[in-house]
């Protein structure tokens, strides 16, 4: 990456660090958590800390047009801004150390006096080419197929370098401390068949299929004849040939045009959070219409909690546009107005601690390969999705479960076991929902 240097005027011993330093105490209420290292190759923090690079005044001018989340990812993603050093420890340290509310008179203008002197006040740059710029009426078909495109379409190489064999591209589930990644994400797929209570002849939908790796599992694992539905033209390519010769159909449908029901069973699988605060209730009710009466529906879906609804401003620019996370009592709350009754909700928040730790490994080993095939601004923005969603996922800040619902007949009866722990048995003897799946 090339490095930009700015202007440089008559800066006072200390250099820019010193003149940045006064703003850094008021911001974190004392020493800063991080070092800084200036453009003019001044510094100034803890020694023994990530240190925070500014390669040019450029970084200043993007911070204080969008103070906060936004402003610090531009200026990460345009490569003003780097971090030397374990970037997941540097975001933990700073959020760990930043104080709530603006900041004190004193503090902003100790910010305009640095930035006058530093030569970096005025108009910021343009944000990097990659930030999302949707057009059209919110979650509109042709809106919704952008924003998936957006994220989903990046690649189908890119994405084989990050996620398993399988390419499964939700939280997985370690059944046992001692899986890799891939055994992890087949007991996750394993889980969600058996909570489905599939067996051979059944139809299932899938919907938001993703690359195929439900479809397939359910089809050759369970026996079930499958129909998956995505809105990512790259994923149903992949997912087609990974499924040639099963009992799978793989349509590019949007979830308000899906056909051919009722299912005996509907899975959707990290799905939910792309239809939106508005749309979520029109979703709901297609998953009822959708499944037959006493058949089951799991929704696996992350939620956020009730003082930061949404996305996130990075996550809804620059990976999911339109996007919307919401407490997982809200959403349970919109599945039974739909007509659901909720018979099971897992969390599995930490699973998806561990799910990223292992993504952000694979992605540091082929760092080289993925900047080949997706460039250097994507490269920067993954690292900071995987480090920041990572840490949101460990701090409790974001969740993610699996709800089971199921639709009741026409009597209210919801043919599920009398046993909880029999939610997941199979017709074949397999263990329950939580046990083990067949080898």
Not at 68 to 96: C, H, P, T
Not at 315 to 329: C, L, T, W
Not at 333 to 353: C, F, I, K, N, T
């Amino acid at each position: 990456m090339t490095t930009r240097t700015g202007p440089r005027p008559a800066i006072r011993e200390g250099g820019a660090a010193a003149l940045l330093r006064p703003v850094l105490d008021g911001l974190f209420g004392g020493a800063p958590p991080v070092r800084l290292r200036a453009w003019d190759g001044s510094e100034t923090g803890p020694a023994a800390a990530p240190t925070v690079v500014l390669r040019s005044p450029d970084a200043l001018r993007r911070l204080v047009s969008a103070p906060g989340e936004l402003g610090l990812a531009r200026a990460y993603v345009a490569g003003d801004l780097d971090v030397d050093g374990d970037l997941l420890d540097g975001l933990r340290r700073v959020r760990a150390a930043a104080r709530a509310g603006r900041p004190s008179p004193a503090t902003l203008l100790a910010a305009a006096r640095a930035l006058l002197v530093l030569g970096a006040a005025g108009r910021p740059p343009a944000p990097p080419g990659g930030e999302a710029r949707l057009r059209g009426r919110l979650h509109s078909r042709a809106r919704d197929g952008a924003a998936i495109a957006h994220h989903y379409d990046l690649s189908n190489d890119f994405y084989a370098l990050v996620l398993d064999p399988r390419m499964v591209y939700s939280c997985a589930y370690w059944e046992r401390p001692d899986l890799d990644l891939a055994q992890a994400q087949r007991a996750k797929l394993d889980l969600v068949c058996r909570k489905l209570g599939l067996r051979p002849g059944m139809r299932l939908l899938d919907v938001g299929c993703g690359w195929g790796a439900l479809a397939v599992h359910a089809a050759r694992e369970y026996g079930a004849h499958v129909t998956g539905v995505t809105l990512s033209r790259e994923q149903a390519s992949a997912a087609r040939e990974r499924a040639a010769g099963l009992p799978v159909e793989i349509r590019l449908r949007h979830y308000r045009d899906i056909g051919g029901g009722p299912y005996d069973a509907v899975a959707s699988i990290e799905m939910g959070e792309h239809v939106g605060r508005r749309g979520y209730p029109g979703f709901a009710a297609a998953l009822h219409r959708l499944v037959r009466p006493r058949g089951r529906v799991l929704v696996q879906q992350m939620s956020r909690g009730a003082r930061a609804p949404g996305g996130g401003a990075f996550i809804e620019r620059y990976i999911a546009p339109d996007m919307h996370m919401r407490p997982v009592g809200e959403t349970i709350a919109l599945l039974e107005s739909a007509g659901l009754e909720v018979a099971d909700v897992h969390g599995l928040r930490e699973h998806y601690v561990r799910t990223v730790q292992e993504w952000r490994r694979t992605f540091e080993d082929r760092h080289e390969e993925i900047v080949a095939v997706a460039g250097e601004e994507t490269a920067r923005v993954w690292r900071l999705y995987l480090a920041g969603g990572g840490l949101a996922f460990e701090q409790g800040r974001m969740g993610v479960d699996q709800i089971l619902a199921v639709r009741p007949d026409a009597a209210g009866r919801s043919g599920l076991p009398p046993a909880r722990s029999d939610l997941g048995s199979t017709a074949d003897g397999a263990e329950g929902a939580y046990g083990t799946g067949p080898s």
